[in-house]
């Protein structure tokens, strides 16, 4: 049986990810930050199996800045496999808390590498780059080699820690890949991502829970695609004979404007009776439009997406759907409009 170790394991990717392992075989291990809240929604439903949860699935405390911690668990479990997903990685957060953002996305990486130099038993490294490497980029779509022009805290860090790995691989030989992940959403993303924020308000609408939406950039194009499909390339990445970088995307490109009239239409709502714009959700600076060609990952990983952006959209706002029609008014919207400002 492999081991793994995910850093990050409670977010959206870091569980579907333990989803994907645990399905295939793997025993996986998991690091979280201590919170003051126990809940881990996103694993609930591996917790509950007595098959799961302490047997094959396994979770330690650190945080990415407790490097004594963090050697520890690395040293104890020896995994075979390191998906570094932890992070800040919402990018419009990254402007008012840049040092905290380059602190744990750009220097956090790094001290994991300087951990896995050290190891005897040196583990394969994933590394979820981002499209936010390529900022304002020159050219359309992007692939592995596109330079890096990052316009935010967090792409820049995101750059740092890109190189860092490659750095690290091409002088000690270590087994470290990147991803180049561009935007991927499911019924599990964070709250305040504009995907989850906007299929989360239409239901919410539909429901008679929320009156309008409050959004900021329209106009931005991102390639959106499918997170299980991303998770996937993450471990093909670590299947491959050397280590490498690979881009992640749909190469297709879609507006903000347009994943909002496809949430409101799958609740057949008008969304411009509803949308209002406030330019302090506008971020200081952002790639206008980012679209990725994923060749180098198809012909060599055998990667395909799997999910269309309508089928993508469908799916999140059915869901929201669902699931707050369950909840029913009982829990206050964190992602209405009072709370969310992101
Ligand atoms: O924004 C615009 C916003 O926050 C998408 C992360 O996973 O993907 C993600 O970063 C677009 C941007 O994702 C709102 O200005 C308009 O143009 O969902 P997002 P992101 O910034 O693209 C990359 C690849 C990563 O690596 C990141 O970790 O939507 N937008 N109005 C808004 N965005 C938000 N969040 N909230 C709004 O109200």
């Keep these: 049986m492999k081991l793994a170790l995910i850093t990050g394991i409670t977010g959206q990717d870091g569980s579907y990810l333990a989803d994907y392992l645990l399905t295939n075989d793997y025993e996986v291990h998991g690091v979280v930050r201590r919170t003051s809240s126990l809940e881990r929604s996103r694993l609930a439903h591996l917790f509950k199996n007595p098959?799961?949860?302490?047997?094959?699935?396994?979770?330690?405390?650190?945080?990415?800045?407790?490097?004594?911690?963090?050697?520890?668990?690395?040293?104890?479990?020896?995994?075979?496999?390191?998906?570094?997903?932890?992070?800040?990685?919402?990018?419009?957060?990254?402007?008012?808390?840049?040092?905290?953002?380059?602190?744990?996305?750009?220097?956090?990486?790094?001290r994991l590498l300087e951990i896995m130099r050290d190891m005897p038993g040196k583990p394969r490294l994933f590394h979820p780059s981002s499209s936010e490497i390529f900022g304002q980029p020159k050219s359309f779509p992007q692939n592995e080699d596109t330079p890096y022009l990052p316009t935010s805290p967090y792409g820049c860090a995101k750059a740092f820690a890109t190189q860092?790995?490659?750095?690290?691989?091409?002088?000690?030989?270590?087994?470290?890949?990147?991803?180049?992940?561009?935007?991927?959403?499911?019924?599990?993303?964070?709250?305040?991502?504009?995907?989850?924020?906007?299929?989360?308000?239409?239901?919410?609408?539909?429901?008679?829970?929320?009156?309008?939406?409050?959004?900021?950039n329209l106009d931005a194009e991102?390639?959106?695609?499918?997170?299980?499909?991303?998770?996937?390339?993450?471990?093909?990445?670590?299947?491959?004979?050397?280590?490498?970088?690979?881009?992640?995307?749909?190469?297709?490109?879609?507006?903000?404007?347009?994943?909002?009239?496809?949430?409101?239409n799958a609740m057949d709502l008008k969304w411009e009776s509803y949308?209002?714009?406030?330019?302090?959700?506008?971020?200081?600076?952002?790639?206008?439009?980012?679209?990725?060609?994923?060749?180098?990952?198809?012909?060599?990983?055998?990667?395909?997406?799997?999910?269309?952006?309508?089928?993508?959209?469908n799916l999140i706002t059915r869901t929201e759907f669902d699931s707050l029609q369950q909840l029913g008014s009982e829990r206050p919207l964190s992602g209405g409009i009072a709370f969310n400002r992101t």
């Excluded at 600076?285 to 055998?302: D, F, I, M, Q, T």
């Design 164 to 216: 860092i790995v490659k750095v690290y691989r091409d002088c000690y030989g270590l087994f470290a890949c990147n991803g180049i992940m561009y935007n991927h959403e499911s019924p599990r993303r964070g709250e305040n991502f504009v995907s989850r924020k906007i299929c989360r308000a239409a239901a919410a609408i539909k429901l008679g829970l929320q009156s309008k939406l409050v959004l900021g």
């Design 275 to 313: 949308v209002e714009l406030d330019t302090t959700l506008f971020r200081p600076s952002e790639p206008l439009r980012l679209v990725g060609n994923a060749s180098k990952a198809k012909h060599e990983l055998g990667w395909m997406p799997s999910c269309s952006f309508q089928e993508l959209i």
């Design 51 to 110: 098959d799961i949860y302490n047997k094959r699935l396994f979770l330690h405390y650190a945080d990415l800045e407790d490097i004594t911690a963090l050697r520890r668990i690395f040293l104890g479990i020896q995994a075979d496999e390191l998906y570094h997903l932890a992070g800040q990685s919402h990018v419009g957060l990254s402007f008012p808390m840049a040092e905290m953002t380059c602190d744990l996305t750009a220097i956090g990486t790094l």
């Design 222 to 264: 991102r390639d959106w695609g499918y997170a299980p499909d991303y998770v996937r390339g993450m471990w093909l990445s670590l299947q491959q004979q050397k280590a490498d970088d690979y881009l992640f995307a749909t190469g297709e490109t879609h507006s903000v404007r347009e994943l909002v009239d496809l949430a409101f």
